[in-house]
């Protein structure tokens, strides 16, 4: 009899190996013009393999970007805990998110690409049940900090509050992770290929704080 934590183990492994090749897929095509044979093929497992794993491509594309966000939040927590942020005012708070986005367009395009290739997929699905609830619970980090950055700045005064929260973070944080992903993917009208477009984005950043500063 085979020992069940190996088995564990290597289902992990195989699971891992699945989700890992999808992304990379996923990221070069969209989502919906990939099929599961693709990706089995691509991963070097059977066709029935994935299905045992993800009983379709909705579930398997939810579980992808499941991974790869948690993958990167975990390293940010790891640098950046949220327990180390207390003493930090909120401006520079806001300001560390928009060179976190920054940084994620010159090092992460890949995650960026992907994100909205998979937002654009669960759209065109429609549906809300207990997996995408779960997708969303994973983002609980960056939720946070976002939150609890509102919230210090009513304490410092050190940007204006007097707009929205839900409001506040579309026309700042949610903007300038929109521009960087429009860059990345090249969906800037007149954007050339390969260019780099980072010092675009840092005036987007500039403008966003002239913004937002009391």
């Known amino acids: 009899?085979?020992?069940?934590?190996k088995v564990k183990k290597e289902m992990?492994?195989?699971?891992?190996?699945?989700?890992d090749t999808a992304f990379d897929?996923?990221?070069?095509?969209?989502?919906?013009?990939?099929?599961?044979?693709?990706?089995?093929?691509?991963?070097?497992?059977?066709?029935?393999?994935?299905?045992?794993?993800?009983?379709?491509?909705?579930?398997?594309?939810?579980?992808v970007c499941s991974r790869k966000w948690k993958q990167y939040l975990d390293e940010l927590d790891?640098?950046?805990?949220?327990?180390?942020?207390g003493n930090i005012s909120a401006l520079d708070r806001l300001i560390f998110t928009m060179d976190q986005y920054i940084d994620m367009y010159q090092n992460h395009k890949d995650l960026l690409i992907y994100n909205d290739n998979f937002n654009h997929f669960v759209r065109l699905e429609g549906?809300?049940?207990d997996k995408l609830v779960e997708f969303h619970?994973?983002?609980?980090?960056?939720?946070?900090?976002?939150?609890?950055?509102?919230?210090?700045?009513?304490?410092?005064h050190s940007f204006r509050t007097d707009i929205p929260e839900d409001e506040f973070m579309h026309v700042t944080v949610q903007t300038m992770m929109a521009a960087c992903t429009h860059y990345a993917g090249g969906f800037i009208w007149g954007s050339e290929e390969n260019k780099d477009y980072t010092k675009e984005l840092l005036l987007l950043k500039d403008m966003i704080l002239s913004y937002v500063r009391i």
Do not use: C
């Not at 794993?53 to 398997?60: A, F, G, P, S, W």
């Open 1 to 5: 009899m085979r020992d069940p934590e």
């Open 12 to 19: 992990e492994e195989r699971d891992g190996l699945i989700l």
């Open 25 to 63: 897929i996923f990221v070069v095509k969209k989502i919906e013009a990939v099929s599961m044979d693709e990706i089995a093929e691509a991963a070097g497992v059977g066709r029935a393999t994935v299905f045992r794993y993800y009983k379709n491509k909705r579930d398997l594309a939810i579980s």
């Open 78 to 85: 790891r640098v950046r805990p949220i327990s180390s942020i």
């Open 127 to 129: 549906k809300e049940d």
């Open 137 to 156: 619970q994973s983002l609980w980090s960056a939720d946070t900090r976002f939150h609890m950055m509102y919230e210090k700045a009513k304490e410092d």
